[in-house]
């Protein structure tokens, strides 16, 4: 799926259909299970886990966010973007998120949701 960045630009995401298991272990991998609230900082890394694995291309003079995901010493693809569009990124990824929490994705993510949740990550209760 493509997704339209600011000044023109675009990225192509893997739609969330195409997620697979192994997408959403890696967003969960540092979850924690005793049921407290997520800060801002895993909520930042968790996404940043997502879009380095379903950004299969973009236009950005940067490499890919697998290609150069980061480390202490260095910023990564997705650190080095103005938040504009690291913004448009996380509101197309609303629909990757819900389908890995268990909630029905929407088809597009509203403009008031800024691509934010408020609910936990962690699965929801069935009986």
Not at 13 to 28: F, N, Q
Not at 56 to 77: I, N, Q, R, V, Y
């Amino acid at each position: 799926m493509r997704v339209d960045l600011p000044d023109g630009q675009w990225a192509e995401l893997l739609e969330p259909s195409d997620l697979r298991a192994g997408d959403m272990k890696a967003m969960r991998r540092d979850q924690s299970l005793l049921g407290v609230d997520a800060t801002m900082g895993w909520w930042d890394g968790a996404r940043d886990v997502l879009l380095r694995r379903v950004i299969t291309g973009w236009s950005l003079d940067l490499p890919l966010p697998k290609d150069l995901p980061g480390t202490e010493e260095e910023a990564g693809s997705l650190d080095r973007m103005t938040i504009p569009a690291y913004q448009a990124l996380i509101n197309a990824i609303e629909p990757h998120i819900a389908l890995i929490n268990g909630e029905e994705p929407d088809p597009k993510p509203s403009p008031e949701s800024a691509g934010t949740s408020t609910g936990n990550p962690s699965t929801s209760e069935t009986s």
